[in-house]
């Protein structure tokens, strides 16, 4: 459904509102994202700022696909099929690459920044990875203006969550650095102030990506001094040793002691570094002393 600003005919707006998939006038997620976010059924500020006009000239998705290959090097997407593991039975199997650098995709994905929302969305469908991590560099500078306190819009903070959760459920934030890049910056702001359920949700998932989507997401309450969501998750996840998980929970943990409170932290591991993987304990232990890490290492 198209989303049309409040008391003005879709039939008579200037602009082509971008069809935002599974979205309704109500901004509610779509039916496969409904369980995952309370969305309230905000009222229209006459902010519609993905709407696509005519005289915006190429805000497409091809456009942003033809500027980055024209920045695709060959050498460089080999080296990142195998940093980023695209091997057969590899956690990123079936990625493709292109060979774009990633201070080049940002620069690429800046110039951009109006692209519709419903472009975003094709971005994000695309097969090359470097397409992907331009649309989510594109979400997140406009959630960070969306977010602002006093000329933001919830309307559209709430079309970038639908459109990033359909993303993840369909799959198409597929590696870690995608997820890293996002997760904090999108529902991060989102769920700043409101139940965090769907982050347990998340977090109770199979999926190496959502699991990791709810951890990494926690760094943005870490930044704003709330430690609690991040311990709970972290205890939730501790029996999984996939390695992404592993880092993820590590690097959190050690955040926490880092920028919220030390004590949190030595509580934490305490009560569980018997339990802990050896990753996720060196990383969470990595600004401790020497003996400290010894003590934790002796329990496991």
């Not at 695709?72 to 493709?96: I, M, N, Q, T, W």
Request: proline fraction near 5%.
């Amino acid at each position: 459904m198209r989303l049309a600003p409040t008391g003005k005919s879709a039939d008579t707006r200037n602009a082509t509102d971008a069809e935002i998939p599974g979205a309704d006038t109500a901004c509610m997620p779509p039916e496969h994202t409904r369980r995952l976010v309370h969305v309230p059924a905000w009222r229209d500020e006459g902010r519609i700022r993905w709407s696509y006009h005519p005289d915006m000239g190429e805000l497409t998705a091809e456009a942003v696909r033809t500027a980055l290959a024209e920045l695709a090097d060959p050498a460089d997407a080999a080296h990142l099929r195998r940093f980023f593991k695209c091997g057969p039975g590899e956690y990123g199997e079936g990625d493709v690459f292109i060979g774009v650098r990633v201070p080049q995709t940002r620069k690429v994905a800046k110039q951009f920044g109006g692209l519709p929302l419903s472009e975003v969305d094709r971005l994000l469908d695309s097969e090359v990875h470097e397409h992907r991590l331009a649309a989510l560099v594109i979400l997140n500078a406009r959630m960070a203006t969306a977010s602002r306190v006093r000329t933001g819009s919830a309307e559209e903070q709430c079309a970038i969550v639908e459109l990033y959760l359909a993303a993840m459920r369909r799959g198409r934030i597929n590696n870690w650095d995608l997820v890293d890049v996002s997760a904090e910056h999108i529902l991060g702001p989102w769920l700043l102030e409101q139940p965090r359920d769907p982050l347990y949700e998340l977090a109770a998932s199979d999926s190496l990506w959502e699991r990791r989507i709810a951890l990494l997401t926690t760094f943005a309450f870490i930044k704003a001094g709330d430690a609690s969501t991040t311990l709970a998750l972290c205890e939730r996840v501790l029996s999984d040793r996939r390695d992404l998980i592993q880092k993820a929970a590590g690097w959190m943990l050690r955040e926490v002691g880092k920028r919220v409170d030390p004590t949190a932290l030595i509580d934490f591991l305490e009560a569980h570094a018997a339990d802990m993987g050896r990753t996720a304990l060196s990383y969470a232990t990595e600004h401790l002393t020497a003996e400290q890490r010894a003590h934790y290492r002796a329990q496991r």
